[in-house]
């Protein structure tokens, strides 16, 4: 099985045995201090937003204009490590992908 490496919400490192062909949204948002993915992965809400580990950057497809906006406007953006994980489909290739959830906006 493939893993997901998440640092949650609280700083705690947990790694998830992750199923690919769905998102990363999908594969996170039961845990604990994760993702609250309030719109169920329709890129509408941004609270699935997270930064992925520098490693792992390149390797993952680039935003989509939706989803660049979206995250863009969020007060903990980060240029380089912001994505939505509900718009990441998770694939073999990314075994070992570490991320961390983003801070809940208020």
């Given at each position: 099985m493939v893993k997901v490496i998440v640092t949650d919400r609280e700083g705690q490192v947990v790694e998830v045995e992750a199923q690919a062909g769905i998102s990363l949204m999908e594969n996170i948002r039961e845990l604990d201090?994760?993702?609250d993915a309030i719109c169920g992965g329709l890129?509408?809400?941004?609270?699935?937003?997270i930064y992925v580990d520098s490693h792992w950057v390149q390797k993952l497809p680039p935003r989509e204009e939706e989803e660049a906006l979206?995250?863009?406007?969020?007060?903990?953006?980060d240029h380089e490590h912001s994505r939505l994980s509900c718009q990441i489909i998770f694939t073999e290739e990314l075994d070992g992908l570490a991320l961390t959830v983003a801070p809940e906006e208020f």
């Open positions: 201090n994760s993702v890129c509408s809400c941004a609270t699935c937003h979206l995250v863009g406007g969020s007060v903990n953006y």
